[in-house]
């Protein structure tokens, strides 16, 4: 809406809402439905433009904005947000939203800086894990800071729903209404994704339940869903995966026997693959259970492409490999 091209449009738009609303009230004798038709037509003309960072939070953005948004996601399937350096175009495209959505607890780790820039200049910026209380934060050993990848645990993914919900209401009172009932639609499948995922983790045997992966970005995943989470590096992927921890890890998967441990779609399969050839080195024979979405989700169109068919692939994946 800061473009004045889009003015013209919503002006455009109003009027041809206006005519068509005359020609209908004309053939129909229920005026008042109609007249209402066509004044929420009229509201949602005006279309909001938000910028995100993950293609997780494009997505959570998506489904609540529905068609009153368009969305620009600065990282795409397979971007590691935590590496993510922003160029000139990228910072174009916050200064000229709306609205930006953001993950927040500083996992987009270069970005923190560009946030508060924008914000003073009079953007809505708005992180969405901002309403998550301390007490549902995970935090790590030795850094202070608290664990950012609140998205796999689905309940938490609510609270973000609802900043969305909240962020686009704000911005956008007239069409809160559309916002509101996005969101509780939003809700249910969150709910019914939590349950179904559950219930399917409970079919790995106790001693089978341990996730291991490259980058700690399942703690709060396992916290929910009753696995165990190891990983070589810590949450960020900021810092160089060291032999030590790598044959720590491979004494421990072959003591506990451990059948399976998982490469992730933004991080380089190297570590896990120099860990799967220590545990051999043991005499264990431990496979690569597949390949898990952790801070990205698929690529946009295929099933994988949304959060609830990524969250699904994942939970699949690790199933089929512990069972
Ligand atoms: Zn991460």
């Known amino acids: 809406m800061k473009k004045p091209i889009i003015i013209t449009t919503v002006v455009i738009a109003a009027i041809i809402a206006g005519l068509s609303s005359t020609v209908f009230t004309q053939n129909n004798s229920s005026d008042e439905i109609i007249l209402s038709d066509a004044e929420q037509s009229a509201g949602n003309t005006e ?13 959570l953005v998506e489904n609540i904005g529905g068609d009153n948004v368009s969305v620009t996601g600065l990282m795409g399937p ?6 993510y350096r922003p160029s000139a175009n990228d910072v174009k495209k916050l200064q000229d939203a709306d609205i930006v959505f953001y993950n927040g607890l500083d996992l987009e780790g270069k970005m923190g800086d560009i946030f508060v820039k924008i914000g003073r200049e009079g953007t809505a910026v708005w992180a969405v894990s901002e309403n998550i209380s301390h007490e549902s934060l995970l935090s790590l050993d030795n850094t202070g800071h608290f664990d950012p990848h ?28 559309a916002y509101e009932k996005n969101l509780q639609e939003y809700l249910t499948q969150l ?20 996730l291991v992966t490259a980058h700690d970005a399942f703690q709060y995943f396992g916290h929910a869903y009753g696995l165990e989470e190891m990983a070589i590096q810590g949450w960020s992927t ?27 779609t933004t991080i380089s399969p190297a570590t896990i693959e120099a860990l799967t050839a220590a545990v051999q080195d043991k005499g264990h024979d431990v496979v690569i259970g597949g390949k898990l979405f952790s801070d990205a989700i698929g690529e946009k169109g295929t099933s994988e492409g949304t959060y609830v068919g990524a969250f699904t692939h994942n939970v699949e994946t690790i199933v089929n490999a512990l069972k």
């Open 191 to 210: 709910e019914e994704l939590d349950q179904d995922s559950l219930e399917k983790m409970n079919s790995i045997s106790q001693g089978q339940r341990v």
């Open 78 to 83: 397979g971007v590691d947000p935590h590496l």
């Open 238 to 264: 900021d810092s160089e995966a060291g032999i030590r921890e790598i044959q720590n890890l491979a004494d421990e998967i072959s003591e506990r026997k451990i059948k399976a441990v998982f490469v992730e």
């Open 150 to 177: 609140i998205w796999w645990d689905a309940e938490l993914w609510m609270e973000a729903a609802k900043v969305v919900a909240t962020g686009l209401s704000e911005y956008d009172p007239e069409n809160s209404q």
């Open 47 to 59: 279309t909001i433009m938000v910028t995100t960072t993950t293609n997780v939070v494009t997505d």
